[in-house]
């Protein structure tokens, strides 16, 4: 319900498309600057990611200063202060970036895992009603915003991923499917803009 809502409301914008919040966001995360690392253990698994763009108005300029949180899960499925008593440390791979006077951001991360919804009760009985399963695919989530701009929330997915073309939140957009491929350093690289309306008085689905 939550996509659908959100996505009925999108259409009334020109800026970039967002998509649901999910249960995992915390607010206040670290601000590490324009161009980081994210917090991580040094033992950190997963695939190496290179995460970068710009955030832009709808007249195409940079927008100096523009908010980018970022958080995901780890390369097992888990989210730190979500983690069922794993002892993830507290703002691991969650933090906040500020886009630099051309309002470009590169952030330095590992790709997530999918993972299963918890799925007992009266949720698992409604997935089973319909034959469906609990995976949502790996995903990056994202709140990106600045002084007098709209703020967007998105999920951005990746192509070929396991459960990206049978999401059980039926969250996927084509717009939101991230192609990586290598750097020259042989990283896995993307690189996502966001165009940020203005704020405005247009009506949103209750």
Do not use: C
Not at 21 to 50: C, F, H, Q, W
Not at 80 to 108: K, M, V
């Amino acid at each position: 319900l939550e996509h659908f809502i959100e996505d009925s409301n999108s259409r009334i914008f020109t800026g970039t498309k967002g998509s649901i919040e999910g249960p995992y966001y915390v607010p206040d995360a670290p601000n590490l600057g324009s161009k980081a690392k994210m917090p991580m253990r040094e033992d950190e698994k997963g695939t190496a990611l290179i995460f970068k763009g710009q955030v832009r108005d709808l007249d195409g300029n940079g927008i100096e200063g523009a908010s980018v949180e970022l958080w995901h899960a780890d390369s097992d499925g888990y989210y730190s202060q979500f983690d069922d008593g794993l002892g993830i440390p507290e703002w691991n791979l969650r933090a906040t970036f500020s886009t630099d006077a051309d309002g470009n951001y590169e952030i330095e991360t590992i790709q997530p895992a999918p993972y299963q919804i918890p799925h007992d009760g009266p949720t698992g009985e409604f997935i089973s009603s319909y034959d469906g399963h609990p995976w949502r695919p790996a995903h990056l989530h994202l709140k990106v915003t600045a002084p007098g701009k709209r703020l967007i929330t998105t999920q951005l997915y990746f192509k070929g991923g396991q459960w990206v073309d049978d999401d059980v939140a039926g969250a996927v957009k084509p717009e939101l499917i991230l192609h990586p491929r290598p750097n020259a350093d042989g990283i896995d690289e993307v690189e996502y803009d966001f165009v940020l309306d203005p704020v405005s008085e247009k009506r949103y689905v209750a």
